[in-house]
C-alpha cells in the first residue's frame, strides 16, 4: 500500500531554513506528481509545492515563491521541500501528497518558526 512518511521538521527562527523530506513507498514513484502542503489550526490544507513525476516544471504558491524549492530524488523514492527566508506565518503542520487512485498522505511534519 501507498505509504508516505515525511521527516525535517522542527523549531527554526526567522531567516532560517528547513529541509523536509518523505520517503514514498507502495507505488512506482517515478510516475506520479508528488506535492507538499500545508495546514494550520483552523484553516484548510494549502498547497504549497508540486514536482511532475519526472522533474520538470515545478509549481509554488505566491506566498513561498523564491524561498521554498521542492526536488526529488527518484532512486531514492524520495521528494525534499528546502525551505529559505521562513517567517513565523510558515508555521504548520507539513504534509507530502500523491493522488494514485485518490488523495494519499503522510503524517505531517510541525514546522515552526519563531524567535
Known amino acids: 500500500q501507498v505509504q508516505l512518511v515525511e521527516s525535517g521538521g522542527g523549531l527554526v527562527q526567522p531567516g532560517g531554513s528547513l529541509r523536509l523530506s518523505c520517503a514514498a513507498s507502495g507505488f512506482t514513484f517515478r510516475r506520479y506528481s508528488m506535492n507538499w502542503y500545508r495546514q494550520t489550526p483552523g484553516k484548510e490544507r494549502e498547497l504549497v509545492a508540486s514536482?511532475?513525476?519526472?522533474?520538470?516544471?515545478?509549481n509554488y504558491a505566491a506566498s513561498v515563491k523564491g524561498r521554498f524549492t521542492i526536488s526529488r530524488d527518484n532512486a531514492k523514492n524520495t521528494v525534499y521541500l528546502q525551505m529559505n527566508s521562513l517567517k513565523p506565518e510558515d508555521t504548520a503542520v507539513y504534509y507530502c501528497?500523491?493522488?494514485?487512485?485518490?488523495?494519499?498522505w503522510g503524517q505531517g511534519t510541525q514546522v515552526t518558526v519563531s524567535s
Open positions: 501528497n500523491a493522488w494514485i487512485n485518490g488523495a494519499h
Open positions: 514536482i511532475p513525476g519526472t522533474g520538470g516544471t515545478t
